[in-house]
């Protein structure tokens, strides 16, 4: 491949890049210190000086970074102090999101230290102000990391002869490979190559995202030469040769090209849960002294990291053929999300002896050939306090643990996860002084669903305790079922419950019938249109269920209202399949019918809400497994608040003497009570504008309420029996006081 040119630096980052190099300089080469350059603090012996204080002297206490620091340089010469101070420096000043002020303070407090303290140059202290990337949780959270493998790097370079060191300073692609000679931290190599040769390395830290643009941007004619850093200079120059222009791959135009190929969305963060299948306790050991992760590997090809699912399929079927179907797609699952899906600031953690171990993940996917048994790995840096309990986690968390799996997706516990290592789930860090006494994460609350007011009892003509009483048994449920006969309000309620306890736009309506079915509810495949004219495909949809718990999961603080109307119409087992399980037990989780790979639960913020007519299908026919899952609330004509209802309607409206309540009463009165108990009539039927005419309501008893009661009644009574038991003028006979009788007539 050509030289031609040299990258010219897109980030405006030139005192970083400029005190980055004159520290590492002075220090590789002639051992001086960036701060004092008239002292010698980079040397074999300071170097090891400072490696039997820190990288020999773990603290593994809860406190912050640098109070353990304190405690670990105690009685260090001063040399070894500023060199402490010195590499700390050289770790902050590519941070953007490491204000000055506090990589300042926290090099002026190490730098305290010493018996005889020195200062930060002034040209030091303006290069802190601009900084070249974001560094990542694992750039503040694993900073005790980051300095271990620095010191580690110096002890190694000692030991490299000078004439050797001087060539690598000369070329960029000797000092890479120095920098790459041993197993480090990802950033601080990364981190190494660019500060040295900012005219060859990009200011990239993932290698995962090196790759996609390497790929998306290899030119036409141009073939790999099997080093990804040298490709991306030969792509970058002959980019820059071709606009003009300085390139900056996370910037428009370039950003949207290359991060088509990534596996997710960039800046989204997981967390994972990996099992030490082969080796338990002293893999575990292994991966937490040596700061790494991974898998077996055994019979799987040395597949790149970023592959795509088909093509880690493919190694899989190849390397293992004696497994049988259901285990190589076990495999090719667990081998894709561990090649392709984690990123570098993922959370990690593992699972030995019912405790937890919390690490994150720095770096993308590497073989170690020799390594027969974690062959596949990931560097990760591990909490250096205590594991936690599992019974001391907070839901969902335990119930998340509980999925199978070699690896584990845990991004639903994300949040929980992220408290426990002390690291947000945007991958800020949180403050020094807070993780040091940070306690236990709290569970996941269930929003407080708001209380019955005047407002809403008016509007429903309802009482207001009663409306309160309903509200709290949906709060402590979850899930409840409003049913009754036709006419006594039911979805006209559920709605006006959703518009009061939720925003509009988290509220959802959908109406079964005998045709639904899971893949309408929750998901299922469903044809769409093909790429060719005229074909069509099968894609996966979500349903409203799943929708909607997505966006519930997403704002966990806001209550989600699923408004299931004529629900018992439906095959209630074949609508809910698996989901049945979660309606009891929100906080576990079920391996769905469509995503096996997928762990699901139902998030504690979803309320669902269903109506029932028991004209249509007896209560009596719904299953033990609804029954129990869902509270289950009577709205009867006969009894309150439905009784009452039509009457406190009609004084609202101010229609006093209206007979419309009376007429009501006794048309259910003539219905018996026993045999006949879920068809008695509801006042929707006689809320309506405009019936305040004897042919008005004519009209609703002939085509509303007539038709419903010969269908009842059909083979009991014939027509003309209904119409004088039931007629409207028979029903008003009932309620008209008879004539008084006349007077005798006197005696004669």
């Known amino acids: 491949m050509s030289e031609a040119g040299l990258i010219t630096p897109a980030r405006p980052d030139d005192l970083v890049r400029k005190v980055g190099r004159e520290l590492l300089e002075l220090g590789l080469l002639q051992g001086r210190s960036l701060f004092t350059p008239h002292r010698r603090v980079w040397t074999a012996e300071t170097t090891a000086e400072l490696h039997s204080h820190y990288n020999e002297r773990p603290d593994a206490s809860k406190d912050h970074f640098l109070a353990k620091l304190r405690r670990q340089l105690d009685g260090a010469p001063d040399d070894a102090i500023q060199l402490a101070a010195e590499l700390l420096t050289l770790q902050g000043l590519p941070l953007l999101n490491l204000t000055a002020a506090t990589l300042h303070g926290r090099i002026v407090e190490v730098l305290s230290w010493m018996r005889e303290p020195v200062s930060i140059p002034e040209h030091v202290q303006a290069a802190f102000a601009q900084g070249t990337w974001n560094g990542g949780t694992g750039a503040h959270t694993m900073l005790w990391k980051w300095l271990v493998d620095a010191v580690n790097f110096l002890g190694n370079w000692w030991q490299v002869p000078q004439q050797q060191q001087a060539s690598a300073f000369a070329d960029p692609w000797a000092w890479q490979d120095a920098v790459y000679q041993r197993r480090f931290m990802p950033s601080l190599r990364e981190e190494l190559l660019y500060l040295a040769f900012p005219t060859h390395f990009l200011p990239i830290l993932s290698i995962t995202d090196k790759k996609a643009i390497r790929d998306t941007f290899l030119g036409q004619g141009e073939r790999s030469s099997g080093d990804l850093n040298r490709d991306l200079f030969t792509i970058t120059t002959r980019i820059e040769q071709e606009t003009g222009q300085p390139v900056d791959y996370y910037r428009p135009p370039f950003a949207a090209q290359w991060r088509k190929q990534a596996e997710r969305p960039p800046g989204e963060r997981r967390a994972w849960l990996v099992r030490p299948r082969q080796g338990g306790s002293d893999l575990v050991g292994r991966w937490r002294a040596e700061s790494f992760v991974s898998l077996a590997a055994t019979h799987l090809g040395e597949t790149s990291p970023g592959a795509s699912r088909a093509a880690v399929r493919a190694a899989v079927e190849a390397g293992y053929q004696h497994l049988d179907y259901a285990q190589r797609m076990s495999l090719a699952t667990e081998y894709h999300a561990f090649l392709s899906q984690m990123a570098a600031d993922d959370i990690v953690v593992t699972l030995l002896d019912d405790h937890l171990y919390g690490a994150i ?379 008084p009788a006349d007077p005798p007539e006197p005696a004669r």
């Open 361 to 739: 993940l720095d770096g993308d996917a590497e073989y170690s050939p020799d390594d027969s048994g974690a062959r596949l790995r990931r560097s990760a840096a591990w909490l250096t306090h205590d594991a936690v309990g599992v019974a001391m986690l907070p839901a969902p968390l335990p119930a998340e643990l509980d999925q199978q799996g070699t690896v584990v997706d845990l991004t639903g516990a994300l949040d929980i996860l992220a408290s426990l290592i002390g690291a947000d789930a945007d991958g800020e860090t949180l403050p020094e002084s807070d993780t040091a006494e940070r306690s236990q994460p709290a569970p996941l609350a269930v929003p407080k669903l708001t209380a019955a007011t005047d407002t809403l009892a008016a509007q429903l003509h309802i009482e207001r305790p009663w409306l309160q009483d309903l509200i709290e048994v949906w709060q402590d449920r979850s899930q409840i079922i409003l049913y009754g006969p036709p006419g006594t309000g039911k979805t006209y309620l559920a709605r006006a419950l959703a518009a009061h306890v939720a925003d509009r736009d988290a509220v959802r309506l959908v109406q079964f019938h005998p045709s639904y079915a899971y893949e309408d509810f929750f998901e299922g495949f469903r044809p769409v249109e093909g790429a060719a004219p005229g074909t069509v495909s099968f894609a996966k949809a979500p349903g409203p269920l799943r929708e909607i718990a997505a966006e519930a999961r997403n704002n966990p603080e806001r209550p989600y209202v699923l408004i299931v109307d004529e629900i018992n119409r439906a095959n209630l087992a074949k609508v809910f399949g698996e989901l049945y399980f979660l309606l009891e037990y929100r906080h576990a989780t079920v391996r769905l019918q469509y995503s096996p790979s997928e762990a699901f639960n139902l998030p504690p913020n979803v309320f669902i809400l269903g109506t029932m007519n028991t004209a249509d299908r007896s209560i009596s026919l719904v299953d033990a497994a609804i029954r129990r899952r869902f509270a289950f609330i009577e709205l009867h004509p006969d009894e309150p608040p439905v009784r009452d209802v039509l009457g406190n309607w009609l004084a609202a409206n101010d229609h006093h003497d209206d007979e419309r309540a009376a007429l009501l009463a006794a048309l259910n009165d003539s219905i018996d009570d026993e045999q006949d108990h879920d068809f008695k009539i509801g006042p929707s039927y006689l809320m309506r504008p405009g019936l305040g005419t004897d042919a008005a309501l004519e009209r609703v008893w002939r085509y509303d309420l007539m038709p419903l009661l010969e269908e009842h009644y059909y083979g009991r009574l014939n027509r003309a029996q209904i119409r004088n038991r039931f007629g409207l003028a028979a029903i008003r006979d009932r309620i008209t006081p008879p004539p």
